[in-house]
C-alpha cells in the first residue's frame, strides 16, 4: 500500500515510520511518503493558512495552497485525483474510524491522507478534493496528524508481514473472526499469581473447549460494550 500523507509537520511521522511493525510492513513494499504543502505554497512567505471569512479565531488551511500540493505531488488536478484513490480528510466530524472502515481502507493500493491543522481546512477541501472526512471521535485534536498516525497503525497492522503472527490480526477485537464482539481475554505464565488463577481450561490443552471459551468471553464483553446491538 502507498500512503502518502499531507502534513505541514512532516517530521511527527519520522518517529511513527522509525516503529517496528511500520518498518516491517514497509519492507513488503509498501511506503508512507509525507509531503509538506509549505514547500508548494504559490504565496510568499511559506504562507499556508488564513483567518476565516466572518471572523473567529484560529486559522484555516487555504484551498489553493494544497490544491498546488496535490497538483505537485500528482502531477494531475486535484479535482481528478479522488477518482484515482481515496483522498481522506482527517476532520473530527468526520466518519468515525472503526474495525470495518479499517479493514476497508487496509484493502486500498494507495491511500492520501490530509492533516488539517489550527481550524481546519477550508471547506471547499472536503467537497472538491476529498473522497472521505474520517475522525478517529468526538474530540478535537490541535490537528490531523495524531489522528493520521491512528489511521495509518491500524491499516498498516492488517496488512502481511506487519505483526510475528499473522493469526493475531484476523483473531482480533472486532473482525469478523469474533463477529464484532471484543478479544476474549489473554493469560500468560505464572499460572497462578497472588492466588489468581488463569482460568482452567486454557492449561488444559483442549484445543476445542479452548476455542469455546474463547468464543463464549469474546460475546458476553459484545453484549457489555456500549454502543453494542446487544444480539
Ligand atoms: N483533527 C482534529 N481532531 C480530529 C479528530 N478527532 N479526528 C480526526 N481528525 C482530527
Known amino acids: 500500500m502507498k500512503i502518502d500523507v499531507f502534513t505541514l509537520f512532516p517530521e511527527w511521522f519520522q518517529w511513527f515510520a522509525s516503529q517496528r511493525h511500520v518498518q516491517n510492513v514497509l519492507a513488503t513494499g509498501s511506503s508512507l511518503?509525507?509531503?509538506?504543502?509549505?514547500?508548494?505554497?504559490?504565496?510568499?512567505g511559506g504562507q499556508v493558512d488564513d483567518t476565516p471569512f466572518g471572523g473567529g479565531a484560529g486559522m484555516v488551511l487555504r484551498v489553493d495552497v494544497?490544491?498546488?500540493?496535490?497538483?505537485?505531488?500528482?502531477?494531475?488536478?486535484?479535482?481528478?485525483?479522488?477518482?484515482?484513490?481515496?483522498?481522506?480528510?482527517?476532520?473530527?466530524?468526520g466518519r468515525l474510524l472503526d474495525e470495518p472502515l479499517v479493514e476497508e481502507l487496509a484493502r486500498e493500493p494507495a491511500l492520501?491522507?490530509?492533516?488539517?491543522?489550527?481550524?481546519?481546512?477550508?471547506?471547499?477541501?472536503?467537497?472538491?478534493?476529498?473522497?472521505?472526512?474520517?475522525?478517529?471521535g468526538r474530540y478535537v485534536l490541535s490537528g490531523g496528524e495524531l489522528a493520521t498516525m491512528v489511521l495509518c497503525d491500524a491499516v498498516l497492522r492488517k496488512l502481511p508481514g506487519a505483526l510475528g503472527d499473522e493469526r493475531s490480526a484476523t483473531e482480533e477485537s472486532f473482525s469478523a473472526a469474533l463477529e464484532g464482539n471484543p478479544e476474549y481475554p489473554h493469560y500468560t505464565r505464572p499460572a497462578e499469581y497472588r492466588g489468581w488463577q488463569v482460568p482452567e481450561v486454557l492449561l488444559s490443552g483442549h484445543h476445542e473447549q479452548?476455542?469455546?471459551?474463547?468464543?463464549?468471553?469474546s460475546r458476553e464483553r459484545g453484549a457489555r460494550a456500549p454502543g453494542h446491538d446487544g444480539d
Do not use: Q
Open 33 to 44: 511518503e509525507c509531503v509538506n504543502p509549505r514547500e508548494h505554497t504559490p504565496l510568499s
Open 66 to 93: 494544497l490544491d498546488s500540493a496535490l497538483r505537485a505531488h500528482y502531477g494531475v488536478d486535484p479535482v481528478a485525483l479522488r477518482e484515482r484513490r481515496r483522498v481522506i480528510a482527517l476532520a473530527p466530524g
Open 112 to 136: 492520501t491522507l490530509l492533516c488539517g491543522r489550527y481550524e481546519g481546512f477550508d471547506e471547499r477541501i472536503i467537497e472538491h478534493f476529498a473522497s472521505d472526512v474520517v475522525s478517529i
Open 210 to 217: 479452548i476455542a469455546r471459551w474463547r468464543r463464549e468471553r
